[in-house]
């Protein structure tokens, strides 16, 4: 049981590049998200989803997609990549019954950098 | 709008107690309490909803004022291995969004 698992660890990149962070969890939760946790902040939720096919918007949704096709991935998208994008990214899932209710499980996160 | 933690900071040393608060202007349905270690993912601690009981384990516990969008996290006897950064996550009644604090950093010291 892998739990939560993230690729890449580490990611450079230049403005206005495009890239794709993956996430999948092995632990059948319907629930995940991602957040992003700048220098000595808080995480900030960007976007969810409860189940295949459903997702929806976050505090910080903007220069951000994310599609769930599968119940085990929800990868996260960046369109145009821009400094202010730096950060490090954090993906999560629970069980959507206890969506509020409930542990949830966090990948080690992929830290991106924007040139 | 994010809880507000506090303290922002706090150093103890080995075996004194800590309170670390999260307010929020939202009623709140459940808050949940995470450590995380630098550079490492957010570690669950507890999870307390709206009607609930006090929780704890072990030297830890907390406590949810419902009335006051309040959750209180107790550490008692605190020992090295609690030095961290605490958050409080949030949620809404009838929203999946989870909406955590501003986070509160805390160090033990021998």
């Known amino acids: 049981n892998a739990g939560v698992t993230q690729t890449p660890k580490f990611q450079v990149l230049k403005t206005g590049q495009s890239m794709t962070l993956q996430c999948a969890q092995d632990m059948n939760h319907e629930y995940m998200s991602w957040y992003r946790q700048d220098p000595g902040m808080g995480l900030r939720l960007i976007h969810y989803?409860?189940?295949?096919?459903?997702?929806d918007q976050g505090e910080v949704p903007n220069g951000y997609n994310v599609s769930r096709s599968t119940t085990e991935d929800f990868p996260l998208r960046l369109l145009s990549a821009a400094p202010s994008q730096t950060s490090v990214y954090f993906c999560?899932?629970?069980?959507?019954?206890?969506?509020?209710?409930?542990?949830?499980?966090f990948g080690p996160g992929t830290r991106l950098t924007v040139l | 709008q994010q809880p507000v933690q506090s303290p922002q900071a706090v150093i103890l040393r080995e075996g004194e107690d800590a309170v670390i608060n999260c307010s929020s202007s939202?009623?709140?349905?459940?808050v949940h309490w995470y450590r995380q270690k630098h550079g490492e993912a957010p570690i669950f601690l507890m999870i307390l909803l709206k009607g609930g009981e006090q929780k704890g384990h072990d030297k830890i516990s907390a406590s949810f004022n419902e009335k006051k969008q309040q959750s209180s996290l107790y550490l008692t006897a605190s020992q090295l291995s609690y030095s961290g950064t605490y958050f409080c996550?949030?949620?809404?009644?009838?929203?999946?969004?989870?909406?955590f604090g501003t986070g509160t950093r805390l160090k033990v010291l021998a």
């Open positions: 996550g949030t949620a809404t009644s009838g929203t999946y969004k989870y909406i």
């Open positions: 989803s409860v189940g295949a096919g459903i997702t």
């Open positions: 999560a899932s629970t069980r959507t019954s206890g969506a509020t209710t409930d542990t949830q499980y």
């Open positions: 939202k009623a709140l349905y459940s």
